[in-house]
C-alpha cells in the first residue's frame, strides 16, 4: 500500500517562503511522475506543479511560474515543492500525488495516489 505523506506546511507571512516535502512509502515511486495540487476554501482542487520520473521535466500552473521550484529526490522517495514569494492567495491545503502517467498528472486525470494535504497560511 502506497502512501504519500506532505509535511512542511504552516504560517508564513506574504513575501516569505516555504518548502513543502512528500514522502513515498509502500513502493518507490521513482518511475512515478509526481505532482502537487492545491484547494482553498471554497474552491476546486488545482494543479501546481508536475515533474516527469527523472525530473527532466517539470510544469507550473501560470499562477507559480517564477515562484515555486518542484524537485525529487528518487533516492529519497520524497518530491519537493520550494515555495518563494508567497502571496495570500496562496492559501490552501496542499496535496502531493503520484502516477505513472506525467500526462495525467499534468491533466488531474484519474491519478493513481494522493497524499492527505497539508495546509500553507500566507498572511497580509
Known amino acids: 500500500q502506497v502512501q504519500l505523506v506532505e509535511s512542511g506546511g504552516g504560517l508564513v507571512q506574504a513575501g516569505g517562503s516555504l518548502r513543502l516535502s512528500c514522502a513515498a512509502s509502500?513502493?518507490?515511486?521513482?518511475?512515478?511522475?509526481e505532482g502537487w495540487f492545491r484547494q482553498a476554501p471554497g474552491k476546486e482542487r488545482e494543479f501546481v506543479a508536475a515533474?516527469?520520473?527523472?525530473?527532466?521535466?517539470?510544469d507550473y500552473a501560470d499562477s507559480v511560474k517564477g515562484r515555486f521550484t518542484i524537485s525529487r529526490d528518487n533516492a529519497k522517495n520524497t518530491v519537493y515543492l520550494q515555495m518563494n514569494s508567497l502571496k495570500p492567495e496562496d492559501t490552501a491545503v496542499y496535496y502531493c500525488a503520484a502516477d505513472r502517467s506525467y500526462v495525467d498528472i499534468r491533466s488531474n486525470s484519474a491519478i493513481t495516489y494522493w497524499g492527505k494535504g497539508t495546509l500553507v497560511t500566507v498572511s497580509s
Open positions: 509502500g513502493r518507490t515511486l521513482s518511475t512515478y511522475a
Open positions: 515533474i516527469n520520473w527523472n525530473g527532466g521535466s517539470t
